[in-house]
């Protein structure tokens, strides 16, 4: 089994920052890529950051500057750096990833997510 765990939400004010992380544990065989996404209260979840195996990256046009996503290939661990937050940004963040496992099994996996909550 393969299991996503991110922390690091909270409440901040607009202009502060905070940095997520999310672990991938189990039977994992190799990560292409992992990403985050955010879902607000009445919207569709959308991509925010990606970084792929070669460690490219891509983000949301809204967040560019803002955040930064990385990568710890070696923890299976995954960041996002994000400053001046706006109130915009508020949302449910949800970690993603893109693996094989030891089974040779290709899937796409999920955690739990977590809440970030900016106030004007």
């Known amino acids: 089994q393969v299991q996503l765990v991110e922390s690091g939400g909270g409440l901040v004010q607009a202009g502060g920052s905070l940095r997520l992380f999310c672990a991938a544990s189990g039977s994992i065989l190799r990560i292409n890529d992992m990403g985050w996404y955010r879902q607000a209260p009445g919207k569709q979840r959308e991509l925010v950051a990606r970084i792929f195996g070669g460690s490219s990256t891509n983000y949301l046009n809204s967040v560019k500057g803002r955040f930064t996503i990385s990568r710890d290939s070696a923890k299976n661990t995954v960041y996002l750096q994000m400053n001046s937050l706006k109130p915009e940004d508020t949302a449910v963040y949800y970690c993603?990833?893109?693996?094989?496992?030891?089974?040779?099994?290709?899937?796409?996996?999920w955690g739990q997510g977590t809440q970030v909550t900016v106030s004007s």
């Open positions: 993603n990833a893109d693996l094989i496992d030891y089974d040779g099994i290709r899937g796409d996996y």
